[in-house]
Nanobody, 120 residues
Framework: VQLQASGGGLVQPGGSLRLSCLASGTFFRIYTMYWYRQAPEKQRDLVASIMSGGNTNYADSVKGRFTISRDNAKNTAYLQMNSLKPEDTAVYYC???????????????WGQGTQVTVSS
C-alpha cells in the first residue's frame, strides 16, 4: 500500500490550499485516514482524521478552518485548508489504517510529506 500526498505549496496568510492523499496498491479496505503535520524542530501532531463512515475529528488549532473529507471510490482523502496562518507552516503527512485482505489485521501506513508554507 502506498500513500501519495500532494497539493502543498506557498500561500499567503488568509489563503487556501487543498491537500490530497491517494492510496494505491492491493488492499481490502481503508479505514481511518489521517492528516498530521510537523513543523521544524517540533513533534508531529494530528491535524484531522476521518473514519470510513465519515465521522471526523480535528485538532483545536484548525477547527473551523480545515475540513477533512474522503472519496472512498477513489481511495483518496482531502484536507481543505482555509484562512491559513503562518503557524500552519509545516510538512503535512497522510496516514491510513488499512486491512490488506479480508480477515487480516489492520496495518498503519504513512505517506511522504507535502510542504505547506504560509508566508507573505
Amino acid at each position: 500500500v502506498q500513500l501519495q500526498a500532494s497539493g502543498g505549496g506557498l500561500v499567503q496568510p488568509g489563503g487556501s490550499l487543498r491537500l490530497s492523499c491517494l492510496a494505491s496498491g492491493t488492499f481490502f479496505r481503508i479505514y481511518t485516514m489521517y492528516w498530521y503535520r510537523q513543523a521544524p524542530e517540533k513533534q508531529r501532531d494530528l491535524v484531522a482524521s476521518i473514519m470510513s463512515g465519515g465521522n471526523t475529528n480535528y485538532a483545536d488549532s484548525v477547527k473551523g478552518r480545515f475540513t477533512i473529507s474522503r472519496d472512498n471510490a477513489k481511495n483518496t482523502a482531502y484536507l481543505q485548508m482555509n484562512s491559513l496562518k503562518p503557524e500552519d507552516t509545516a510538512v503535512y503527512y497522510c496516514d491510513a489504517d488499512v486491512r490488506e485482505y479480508l480477515g487480516g489485521s489492520l496495518r498503519n501506513y504513512w505517506g511522504q510529506g507535502t510542504q505547506v508554507t504560509v508566508s507573505s
